[in-house]
């Protein structure tokens, strides 16, 4: 199975400021036949479910606001908030769908310094 | 409306089995992979099992060994999960979630509200 390791567990950041979550795959979720990265992220707040972000890596879902943007190739990724606002406060996952099984990061959870 | 609904949770003892449901509205319900995640109580999300648009093609995590089955009936736009030989380890909120694309390989665009899982004697 593709483990998907996220860094760091929590952090704490000012509003306004910049947080950066990484996440770590096994193997590479890049698929050389289209030049795809088969990685996903999403927000989930409490008593919410998951709402997708990110999907190939770097494409914002409709309705995201653009403060949040992806980055990354192969197995390294990472999830941009350039200027954190209070409704950001949530726990974000990184989610591969390359290779069954489908398989999550452990989650980062984000809060307000 | 776009949305999944899921239904069919409830406590169980150990060794039952429960089925859950999904409906789904406002998209073509049979030009998209489904899937069920599960979260036990403060954990992160694990994937349990994913379905292709048609039905034709099921994929299912490892652990489970054979213990669950996914279905689907695209004349009710209605996923399933047929869960036997239930463990408290299975104890979680199962969330139904729509694939982008009718291919299994693609990101969770849509979630449900989740149907909570108890197992326990």
């Known amino acids: 199975d593709i483990v998907m390791t996220q860094s760091p567990d929590s952090l704490a950041v000012s509003l306004g400021e910049r947080a950066t979550i990484n996440c770590k795959s096994s193997q590479s979720l890049l698929y050389s036949v289209n030049n795809k990265n088969y990685l996903g992220w999403y927000q989930q707040k409490p008593g919410q479910p998951p709402r997708l972000l990110i999907y190939w890596a770097s494409t914002r879902e409709s309705g995201v606001p653009d403060r949040f943007s992806g980055s990354g190739s192969g197995t390294d990724f990472t999830l941009t908030i350039s200027s954190l606002q209070a409704e950001d406060v949530a726990v974000y996952y990184c989610h591969q769908y390359h290779t069954t099984p489908w398989t999550f990061g452990q989650g980062t959870k984000v809060e307000i310094k | 409306e776009v949305q999944l609904v899921e239904s069919g949770g409830g406590l169980v003892q150990p060794g039952g089995s429960l089925r859950l449901s999904c409906a789904a509205s406002?998209?073509?319900?049979?030009?998209?992979?489904m899937n069920w995640v599960r979260q036990a109580p403060g954990k992160g999300l694990e994937w349990v099992s994913g379905?292709?648009?048609?039905?034709?093609?099921?994929y299912y995590a490892d652990s489970l060994k054979g213990r669950f089955t996914i279905s689907r009936d695209n004349s009710k736009n209605t996923l399933y999960l047929q869960m036997n030989s239930l463990r408290a380890e299975d104890t979680a909120v199962y969330y139904c979630a729509k694939g982008a694309s009718i291919a299994a390989d693609d990101a969770f665009d849509l979630w449900g509200q989740g149907t909570m899982v108890t197992v326990s004697s």
């Open positions: 406002g998209f073509t319900f049979s030009s998209y992979a």
């Open positions: 379905i292709s648009g048609s039905g034709g093609n099921t």
